[in-house]
């Protein structure tokens, strides 16, 4: 009785175990997708407003690198992190 009790109790926190590990790994994309997009549409953003001449253009062009470099910093592990995968 107490092995049945046991091996069942194993398989169960197993299972959990795994169904956590795949939503979090779930989430993990999303954020990224989302973040590499946003990088994206920033950048997008900042070379459109930089055409343009003005002073209130290249204030808005400068605010942008604001939320710009975190979002590099943010890309450049990503992409490390997925060639550490790949050779690992």
Do not use: W
Not at 21 to 46: C, D, H, Q, R
């Amino acid at each position: 009785m107490i092995s049945t009790v046991t091996v069942s109790t194993i398989t169960t926190i197993t299972s959990i175990t795994s169904i956590t590990s795949i939503a979090a790994m779930g989430i993990g994309a999303g954020i990224t997708i989302f973040a590499v997009l946003l990088l994206i549409g920033l950048l997008t953003t900042k070379e459109l407003v930089g055409a343009s001449d003005g002073s209130r253009q290249s204030l808005i062009s400068r605010c942008l690198n604001i939320s710009i470099i975190p979002l590099v910093v943010s890309f450049a592990v990503i992409v490390a992190l997925k060639v550490f995968e790949i050779l690992g």
